[in-house]
Every structure is written in structure tokens, then in C-alpha cells.
């Protein structure tokens, strides 16, 4: 069930939440912040925020099944409080439950869509349940939410579209382009773009993205390695090329998120 009149509150408690330095959950100051939640819930024990936040942070700290209490209480306490959707399908997720994690996810983005986080959250959990090809799609609606996606979000987008299948390669190549559009120095994109421009037999494309780097850094084994597929793509009759091509399939496809 949406909540329209607590979208404005729980978006807040959420970014609040999101926006915690890591280092905030790291151990042991992790432990030193439930003990301080501790504190606060005895004085407030019918806060569902309080617990969902220490919640979030037993997961963090690996404790599945406190946070599953704390997530248990807090919505019996606050049965409407949406973002607790979000908490827990990260938690759903992080313990080896992408099933229920995608459906808590997408509950939680039909309150609010434009998370980022429960976006990329929920194409991870896609990508556990082999649908690859959604996955893409919530890594791409990230993209476009997102003031700044990062290099990461194009690759990552890239990749589960190499696992959705051959058909899927042509345009996992294109978001890459539109990744190098904003990063077109950015290494890892330049790497699995030519990758796959040489899976592809686009052989111009790929010494394109070859070019763009530095030629220190083309003498790294790995560019090395593009670089005499490459030349030997430019240089081979058919016979040749057949394998050739075979043997570039087969390192993007070693790339694919599985």
C-alpha cells in the first residue's frame, strides 16, 4: 500500500540513513552505535525508526537475524513506513534471498522510484535470479536518475546486458559509449568497450578506444592483449578470423555478471 503523505518523511529518513559516512559502520564503531541505539530504544521503545535503524546497522555488522527482529518489531510498531521495504530487501539481499529482496525492492520503488540505491539494489537482486536483462534496465533507469552516475553504473549496466545474451552485446556497447560520453579516459569503460568492439568485429571502434589511452598504459599486459587481437583481426583471412572473433567472444563472455 502507498502513503503519499509520508513520502516527504520517510525520503528524508532514508537519505539521513544513506548518507552516513561508511566509516560510521565499520567495526568496531559499529558495535558502539548499536549500544547507543540500545540506549535510545529504551527510552523510546515504540520507535520504529530507532529500530529500523539499528536494524540496518546489525546487517551491516552481519547480524541477519538481529536485524530481521529489529525490522520484525518495527513494522509491527509502523505498519506504514515504506522505506522499511528498503531496509529490508538490502538485508533480504545481503543474506542470500534475492527472491524476496526484489519483491520488497520493488515495493518500496512504487513508493518512490527515484531511489537510486533500491534501483541498483534490486537489478543486483534480478541479476541473482538470472533475469539479466531487467537488471540492465534498473541499472539504466540509475543512470538517468542519478545528477552524476559514476563509471561503475555504466559498466555494471554493460555487463548484465552481456549476460542477457549475444543479442544484448551491440547494446551493452552502446551504454558504454554513453558511459565514455561522460568518462572518456575512464580505463575499465575503454576495456570492456573494446572487448567487445572486437567480439563485435568492429575493428575501427576498438582502435578507437585502444588510442584514447595513454601508451604506458597500452603496454600493460591486458592492453597488450587487445592490441595483438586487434592487429591480428587486421591482418587475418577468413578462416583465421573465424577464430579469432571466437576467441574475443569468448573474453567478453567471461566478462558477463552471472
Not at 532514508?14 to 549500544?35: K, M, V
Not at 591486458?222 to 583481426?233: E, G, I, M, S
Not at 579469432?244 to 566478462?255: K, P, S, Y
Amino acid at each position: 500500500m502507498i502513503f503519499p503523505m509520508r513520502q516527504s518523511l520517510n525520503t528524508a529518513v532514508l537519505a539521513f540513513l544513506l548518507a552516513l559516512p561508511s566509516l560510521a559502520y565499520g567495526h568496531p564503531d559499529l558495535l558502539l552505535q548499536i549500544e547507543d541505539l540500545e540506549k535510545q530504544i529504551v527510552n523510546a521503545p515504540a520507535d520504529a525508526q530507532l529500530l529500523m535503524k539499528r536494524g540496518d546497522l546489525y546487517r551491516r555488522h552481519g547480524d541477519f537475524d538481529a536485524a530481521q527482529r529489529d525490522f520484525n518489531e518495527a513494522r509491527k510498531l509502523n505498519p506504514e513506513l515504506p522505506v522499511l521495504d528498503f531496509y529490508e530487501g538490502h538485508l533480504m539481499l545481503d543474506s542470500g534471498h534475492p527472491a524476496p529482496a526484489e519483491e520488497l525492492l520493488s515495493s518500496y520503488l512504487e513508493y518512490d522510484p527515484s531511489q537510486v540505491k533500491a534501483l541498483i539494489l534490486r537489478a543486483e537482486s534480478r541479476l541473482e535470479l538470472g533475469r539479466a536483462k531487467s537488471a540492465a534496465d534498473d541499472y539504466r533507469e540509475a543512470i538517468d536518475r542519478s545528477e552524476k552516475p559514476s563509471p561503475e553504473l555504466y559498466r555494471q549496466q554493460a555487463l548484465a546486458l552481456l549476460a542477457a545474451g549475444h543479442d544484448s552485446w551491440p547494446t551493452a556497447l552502446s551504454a558504454l559509449m554513453q558511459g565514455l560520453g561522460r568518462y572518456p579516459r575512464d580505463v575499465s569503460l575503454l576495456g570492456l568497450a573494446t572487448d567487445i568492439a572486437l567480439a563485435c568485429d568492429q575493428l575501427p571502434a576498438a582502435r578507437k578506444y585502444i588510442d584514447a589511452l595513454p601508451v604506458e598504459i597500452q603496454a600493460l599486459p591486458r592492453w597488450k592483449t587487445r592490441l595483438d587481437l586487434a592487429a591480428a583481426l587486421e591482418l587475418a583471412g577468413p578462416e583465421d578470423r573465424t577464430e579469432i572473433l571466437r576467441q574475443a567472444r569468448e573474453v567478453v563472455q567471461n566478462q558477463a555478471i552471472h
